[in-house]
């Protein structure tokens, strides 16, 4: 998965919604009845469903394809051709639920290079974004891998 | 699962979920859940053209799949952290066992922890994905 910068993609304000959720889920196939089940949710005295752990990566796609080149201009100096989702980190303050208004933003990002087991320099890209709830509170802090390799990955 | 899991858990506990027979639908699935569109995950045809066999699954597939490990072991809202480091591709056709192992229990703030290793394995037992993720009961 290649996203750009977040706080360039996504629109401020970006609800959070069961419908998506129990979708998001079902494409997961987790049923746990958390992600599903209003009454359970409410049952286990949660406001609303909520969101899976990777839920929010759904919002990395929030954006017009044509901006994938913001990542050249972001400052990383990648070669898009050559780059590879490498992994991906979340750290939450608080779960995510279900009527959510939540907004990303771009944190810091670093680049450092590391010898490849396969030969090659490879390039890695950390990208860190958080996301603020309606009280400007950060629920939500992501970083994102990137990795660059010397050259097309075989495996 | 509940919040009582954390009761009696203790270093080297484990969780397994197998998923077995993964299908370009599981793909097509995702793509819509998850919103990735990237065509070298459904268009064989696009995929072939970019050196692949055929199409492969996407890397927040297989995560998400993994993050049920924690989710159902202590509960959804109780994962407070969860991280990926891709290492193989999932294809068609293959069996996956997702698993948690715990290697750490302790207190912060009065509140207990639980560390885990997370990985995904397929039937070659070739490593997907490994991982971590750290659960606490959550009290709003």
């Excluded at chain 1, 980190?89 to 608080?94: A, G, S």
């Excluded at chain 1, 590391?114 to 958080?130: C, D, N, T």
Aim: some cysteine; glycine content about 10%; proline content about 5%.
């Amino acid at each position: 998965m290649l996203s750009p910068p977040v706080a360039k993609i996504n629109p401020p304000g970006v609800p959070i919604e069961r419908g998506k959720i129990h979708e998001f889920a079902c494409s997961i196939y987790d049923d746990n009845p958390l992600y599903h089940d209003l009454e359970a949710a409410k049952a286990a005295g949660l406001p609303s469903v909520v969101a899976p752990p990777t839920y929010t990566s759904v919002q990395a796609f929030f954006f017009d394809p044509k901006d994938a080149g913001a990542i050249l201009e972001s400052g990383l100096d990648l070669d898009l051709r050559f780059v590879l989702h490498g992994g991906q980190e979340f750290y939450f303050e608080r779960p995510i639920f279900a009527g959510d208004v939540l907004t990303a933003h771009q944190g810091e990002m670093r680049t450092y290079e590391k010898e490849g087991k396969r030969g090659g320099l490879m390039k890695f890209a950390e990208m860190e974004s958080y996301y603020t709830d309606e009280n400007d509170e950060v629920v939500l802090r992501v970083k994102n891998i990137l990795i660059q390799t010397a050259g097309v990955v075989k495996k | 699962m509940s919040a009582s899991a954390f009761d009696n858990i203790k270093e080297g506990d484990e969780f397994e979920l197998v998923h077995k027979g993964f299908t370009r639908t599981d793909f097509v699935r995702y793509a819509g859940g998850g919103g990735d569109f990237n065509p070298i995950h459904h268009d064989e045809s696009f995929a072939k053209m970019s050196g692949n066999e055929t199409v492969f699954g996407m890397g927040m597939l297989t995560a998400g799949m993994l993050s049920r490990v924690p989710a159902k072991w202590f509960g959804a809202e109780n994962v407070k952290s969860f991280g990926i480091r891709f290492k193989s591709r999932l294809w068609p056709g293959d069996n996956v066992t997702f698993k948690g192992v715990v290697n750490k229990v302790y207190e912060e703030n009065g509140v207990k922890h639980v560390d885990m290793d997370l990985s995904a394995i397929n039937q070659k037992e070739e490593l997907l994905i490994q991982g971590f993720a750290t659960c606490r009961p959550w009290k709003s």
